[in-house]
């Protein structure tokens, strides 16, 4: 079985349209062009959140992360190398007793 033809972004407004204005159900039309309710769905979704521009994008809106989610990216690996090197630092201080008291030491 061969891949379903490419849809364009404005096949995909077309079909999210038709939807939203009760002209025809997602099961229907997914039934008709031979596609998933799910990627009606998903388009329906993608149209809704953010217009044309999101059914352009796709998949690849996904991927594209914002500037806010890669400086919140940077700071979770900043601070996760810091909590390693904590770590090993408290392991390193440990096997030199500085966490117990020689009387509380085995």
Request: proline content about 2%.
């Given at each position: 079985?061969g891949?379903?033809?490419?849809?364009?972004p404005?096949?995909k407004?077309?079909?999210?349209?038709?939807?939203?204005?009760?002209?025809?159900?997602?099961?229907?039309?997914?039934?008709?062009?031979?596609?998933?309710?799910?990627?009606?769905?998903?388009?329906?979704?993608?149209?809704?959140?953010?217009?044309?521009?999101?059914?352009?994008?796709?998949e690849?809106?996904?991927?594209?992360?914002?500037k806010?989610?890669?400086?919140?990216?940077?700071?979770?690996?900043?601070?996760?190398?810091?909590?390693?090197?904590?770590y090993?630092?408290?392991?390193?201080?440990?096997?030199?007793?500085?966490?117990?008291?020689?009387r509380?030491?085995?």
């Open positions: 079985m891949r379903k033809p490419y849809h364009t404005d096949d407004m077309n079909i999210v349209l038709s939807v939203l204005r009760g002209e025809t159900s997602q099961t229907d039309i997914a039934r008709r062009l031979e596609l998933s309710q799910t990627t009606i769905a998903k388009w329906q979704k993608q149209f809704l959140e953010s217009g044309r521009e999101g059914l352009a994008r796709g690849n809106a996904k991927s594209e992360a914002t806010r989610e890669e400086e919140l990216t940077d700071k979770v690996d900043e601070l996760t190398t810091a909590l390693g090197e904590a090993a630092e408290l392991r390193v201080w440990r096997k030199k007793g500085g966490l117990y008291s020689p509380t030491r085995s």
